[in-house]
Each structure stands twice: as C-alpha cells, then as structure tokens.
Antibody, heavy 120, light 110 residues
Framework: QVQLVQSGAEVKRPGASVNVSCKAS????????MHWVRQAPGQGLEWMGI????????TYSQKLQGRVTMTRDTSTSTVYMELSSLRSEDTAVYYC?????????????WGQGTLVTVSS | QSVLTQPPSASGTPGQRVAISCSGS????????IYWYQQVPGTAPKLLIY???QRPSGVPDRFSGSKSGTSASLAISGLRSEDEADYYC???????????FGGGTELTVL
C-alpha cells in the first residue's frame, strides 16, 4: 500500500534552516510528482512547491522562492524539503503529498505531517 | 487571503443537506478541474472529490461535487456527525504554475 512517512517534529531558532524528509513506499517513486504543502496553526493549506522525483526538476511558489529547496534521493525513495532563514511565520505543519495527475493539484496520498516550530 | 474563496463556516443538522461553495477565476477553476479535501483537525487532508465530480473509492455517495464556470460546489447529503471537519477546494492555477487552495470551510453538525 502507498505510504508517505515524514520525519519528526522540529524546533528551530529564527534564522536557522530546517530539513524535512518524506519517504515513499508502495509505488514506483519516479512515476508521480511530489508536492509540499504547509498549514500554519488554525490556518488553511498553502502550496510550497513541487519536485519531479524522476528527473529532479522543481518549481517553487513565488512567496518562498529563494528560501525553499526540494531534493530527492531515488536510492531511498525519499524527497526532502529544506526551508532556510526561518521566521516565526514559518511555524506550521508541513506535508508532502503525491500528485495523482501531473499539473492537477490532485493529491491522493499525504504524509502524516511534520510540525516545525520556529521560536527564540 | 486565499486565491479560491470559500465561506469560513457551514452547519447543518443530522440528515440535512449542506452545500459549500468555492469561487475562483479563469486561470484556475475556469480552466481546470476542481478537487475537494476533507480534513479532520489534527490529521492530514483526505481527497474527497476529484475531477470536479468523481469520488475516490471508499468515499460515500452522500458527497457530490459540481462545477460551473469559475465556481464549484461540494454537497453533503444525509449529514452525519462524522462529517464534522474542515473542507478545502483546490485547483491548478495556470498563472501561478501550481495548485491553489480555498481558505477552508469548517462544517459543524448541530
């Protein structure tokens, strides 16, 4: 069965970086794009970017461009999301989500979420 | 503020029918499929409706979706207490080259 398992919660100081991983299993890793979506406390869903696990190409939201980097390791079927220059506004639950149809916004499987807290 | 517009809240009594609206523009809903997600607080979102009106396996037929122009709607009939959750609409946005979400609608079953 398809599973996306994310790394554990993180607490970071302002200005630091955080790296969240998402390990995929149960399907062909390179066949589906992976997105990252975050949700601040009590707020809605915000799209962060997308990575093609096959070729490694990425597209980031304009808001986070320059601070976010998405990579993948095909040998372990894992995608990574690094967010730098953290601010308190980056406190959120971060999700990886598999896109069922390319260029759709249709996410059929989600990771369990990783809480990142930015606090001094 | 979110690119897609949803009412912040909706409510109904058990057995009732409720509808949640979602409005956008030609660059998103007007030219692409709409998707709906259900999120129980503290858990990850779950795909509820795909390609405007299709239900994934396991989603009860009490849930239905529709789209017209730059607006869409999610309807829940025979409301049940377990339907209490947040509901989000989403669509690809051609101008942003990424998906956009509604702000979410909190559904309360009275």
């Amino acid at each position: 069965q398809v599973q996306l398992v994310q790394s554990g919660a993180e607490v970071k100081r302002p200005g630091a970086s955080v790296n969240v991983s998402c390990k995929a299993s149960g399907y062909t890793f390179s066949s589906y794009y992976m997105h990252w979506v975050r949700q601040a406390p009590g707020q809605g869903l915000e799209w962060m970017g997308i990575i093609n696990p096959g070729g490694g190409s990425t597209t980031y939201s304009q808001k986070l461009q320059g601070r976010v980097t998405m990579t993948r390791d095909t040998s372990t079927s894992t995608v990574y999301m690094e967010l730098s220059s953290l601010r308190s506004e980056d406190t959120a639950v971060y999700y990886c989500a598999r896109e069922l149809y390319d260029g759709s916004g249709c996410f059929d499987y989600w990771g369990q979420g990783t809480l990142v807290t930015v606090s001094s | 503020q979110s690119v897609l517009t949803q009412p912040p809240s909706a409510s109904g009594t058990p057995g009732q029918r409720v509808a949640i609206s979602c409005s956008g523009s030609n660059s998103n809903i007007g030219g692409n499929y709409i998707y709906w997600y259900q999120q129980v607080p503290g858990t990850a979102p779950k795909l509820l409706i795909y390609k405007n009106d299709q239900r994934p396996s396991g989603v009860p037929d009490r849930f239905s979706g529709s789209k017209s122009g730059t607006s869409a709607s999610l309807a829940i009939s025979g409301l049940r207490s377990e339907d209490e959750a947040d509901y989000y609409c989403a669509a690809w946005d051609d101008s942003l080259s990424g998906p956009v979400f509604g702000g979410g609608t909190e559904l309360t079953v009275l």
